[in-house]
């Protein structure tokens, strides 16, 4: 099969929706994600890059996504958090021709850490990939970033080893990148194991609270 860029559309989950990214979603992101703890683990940067302000993040935000590719905006279906954005990740870094893709640029607000939000938007943007014919998608993180780590190897990828002096944090320092893939042979394992992730939150009546 060909792989073809997808076009950007609404993915629908059980527990989220994923919308196309769109300036109307600023505010709600503005307030999922200028968190101290997001920035942590190296989001933005790292901890250097934590918006000053909201009128700061309206600059940055955009200009931090990837100019090739398709950034969704996760919206809580039902609940009494229901039309809450969580946070928002991006499918991205297409290569047709070696049917390459990349999932990154993801934040969630820390309330949805560890609850279904993760899972539930893998399964979405692994599917919109590998339905569209690509047979890798790379995922990678600050290799010093131990919790995300942790989260991808837990969807099923398999790490593929460290590239060193990757990117610059918004510190001036230099990241080494941990990189992960799943290719198309592994994704119905990986897509089997997701959604008994999710069958679990279902049967537990999980509900999304983002408290304050």
């Known amino acids: 099969m060909t792989a073809t860029i997808p076009e950007p559309r609404v993915l629908a989950g059980r527990f989220i929706r994923l919308e196309p990214f769109t300036p109307e979603h600023l505010p709600g992101l503005y307030r999922a994600l200028a968190r101290p703890e997001v920035f942590a683990g190296g989001y933005g940067g790292g901890p250097a890059g934590l918006w000053p302000d909201e009128p700061a993040f309206r600059e940055r935000f955009p200009a931090a996504l990837p100019t090739t590719g398709n950034t969704y905006v996760a919206v809580v279906r039902s609940g009494p958090d229901a039309g809450a954005v969580v946070g928002s990740s991006s499918l991205a870094d297409f290569d047709e021709r070696r049917e390459h893709a990349h999932i990154g640029w993801t934040g969630w607000h820390p309330a949805v850490w560890g609850g279904p939000v993760n899972p539930e938007a893998k399964l979405l943007l692994l599917s919109e990939a590998f339905d569209h014919g690509f047979g890798r998608v790379k995922l990678q993180a600050d290799e010093r970033n131990a919790r995300s780590r942790a ?52 049967a537990a009546d999980s509900v999304i609270r983002l408290g304050a």
């Open 151 to 202: 989260a991808i190897l837990k969807l099923g990828a398999r790490f593929e080893g460290t590239t060193r002096r990757d990117v610059r944090r918004a510190d001036g320092s230099w990241r080494d990148s941990a990189v992960f893939s799943i290719l198309v042979d592994e994704w119905p394992g990986v897509r089997a194991g997701l959604e008994e992730r999710l069958a679990a939150f279902v």
